[in-house]
């Protein structure tokens, strides 16, 4: 019983972080990125488990398509805490000071699942 309590409580705690993000994203990101099209930056359904610079159709910086960093929960974190000292000469100009938002962003971009195109 106290297990499945525990689950539940983690549960919530992870959707809360969710839906968080997802405000967080739209407050400080959204003016740049959207889910599904680019706009100044890349979309960033998909993002998790992608290798950086990898949207054919999106013109990255050379330091980011060169980068061969794998997308993770961690390198996120990493880029939005400081993406220059993650990647020298990328573009981004802006970092996500505190460390929870960096987080919650994080928990709401692992989320955005790649849509799967009909056979």
Request: glycine share 6%; with cysteine.
């Amino acid at each position: 019983m106290a297990a499945a309590a525990l689950c539940l409580a983690s549960a919530s705690a992870s959707a809360q972080s969710v839906e968080r993000g997802r405000a967080v994203y739209q407050e400080h990101c959204a003016g740049c990125h959207s889910v599904d099209t680019h706009g100044e930056g890349p979309a960033h359904r998909g993002v998790v488990g992608r290798r950086a610079g990898a949207l054919k159709d999106y013109a990255y910086s050379p330091a980011l398509q060169n980068s061969k960093l794998l997308w993770t929960r961690a390198t996120l974190k990493a880029w939005l805490t400081d993406p220059e000292a993650l990647i020298p000469g990328q573009a981004m100009d802006y970092r996500l000071d505190d460390a929870r938002e960096r987080e919650d962003v994080v928990a709401y971009l692992a989320t955005l699942r790649r849509l799967i195109a009909a056979p």
